[in-house]
């Protein structure tokens, strides 16, 4: 099962930082744009179930989600916030006072005739099992609130208690994970925040764990061997001369399409990029043309396409072909991009110097 967390949009209560529990508030105009940013950042992504909290903050927020989609929603109060009991209205600080009186830690501390973040995950557990159940081969959106959020990482993804604050959403953060039936979970995205895909949340470290969520699916040999393609191919972009961070962070998923289609692989990784980030045409040229044939349109493809084959004769790269036995294989590789390359003398000189070092 596919699982789409997406955060309620800024309330009226947020920006006042009151505990809003189960009390009523509607979403603020920079929430409605929140909204629409995640919709419109969502909507090339094949939903077939939307499933809101049924208080007024969500459910706005599903409304216009689903704008893209289309769909009946299900409104449940097995989504809702945790209620604050006493503290529902007051401020956090004054909650935050309480927790640190009691002596608890924040997730162990019951608010009078509230509940507690232990109790919201068994909640989220509870619902997890109907969801596999009845949506397995589904990709199921919730729009809920941030605590519910964060227990279903603590649970699913094994997030420790004291790194909480590092994973709270903000206001219409979306995560994606992937669920399968005995409840092990694959982690997609995390809290994206800025809608714009490489240009979001998209940075080295969070494509470098897209990648290695999705290369999973091939031989050990193979992950190797693409996880130290596209680390040399981020050195050679850099001994390039780029500094488009974008760019460097695409190095890492460019060859996604391996997981589907080996000869196709250019296609089919494009295609699945696109359906999870917004790719500007620069990007696109860089996914579908970084071959040693193919003939970009941007000045970046052409860089991408140059890093593509350099990153081949880094020496970890010609560690790993050795290892293999494949010498022979790295040297026609050489000839093959000598010829390829020509048109670039500083390509070809950079080339040489990994070749022979």
Known sequence: MKLVLVRHGESEHNIKEIMQGHIPSELTKNGITQAKKARDFLKNEKIDVIISSDLQRAKQTAEILNEAHKLNIIYTKILRERTFGVFEGKTKHVLLKAVKDSGLKY????????ESCLEIRERMINFLDELLRDYYE??????????????????????????????????????????????????ILLNNKDFNSFKMEMKTKIAEE???????????????????????????????????????????????????????????????????????????????????????????????????????FYPEMKELFVESGEEEQLRKMFEKY???????KRVIEILEKLYIS
């Not at 959106?141 to 997030?159: A, C, D, P, R, S």
């Not at 000598?338 to 670039?344: F, G, I, L, R, S």
Request: aromatic share 10%.
């Open 338 to 344: 000598k010829k390829a390359y020509a048109d670039n």
């Open 210 to 312: 897209f990648a290695k969520n999705k290369f999973i699916k091939l031989d050990v040999l193979e992950r190797r061997f693409n996880y130290l393609h596209s680390k040399c191919m981020i050195k050679a972009l850099e001994e390039l001369g780029v500094k488009n961070k974008n760019i460097l962070a695409l190095a890492w998923v460019h060859d996604i399409g391996k997981i589907e289609d080996e000869k196709e692989h250019a296609k089919k990784g494009l295609k699945l990029l696109k359906g999870y980030f917004n790719l500007d045409e620069e990007e696109i040229d860089c996914v579908l043309n970084h071959g040693s044939s193919a003939q970009p349109k941007t000045e970046i493809g052409r860089m991408f396409r140059y890093a593509d084959g350099l990153s081949m």
């Open 138 to 187: 589904k990709t199921v959106l919730l729009v809920t609130h941030g605590g519910n959020i964060i227990e279903f990482l603590v649970y699913l993804i094994k997030f420790s208690r004291k790194d909480y604050p590092k994973y709270i959403p903000d206001n219409c953060d979306i995560t994606i994970l992937n669920v399968e039936k005995d409840k092990k979970a694959e982690l």
């Open 107 to 114: 997730h162990e501390f019951t608010p009078e005739g509230g």
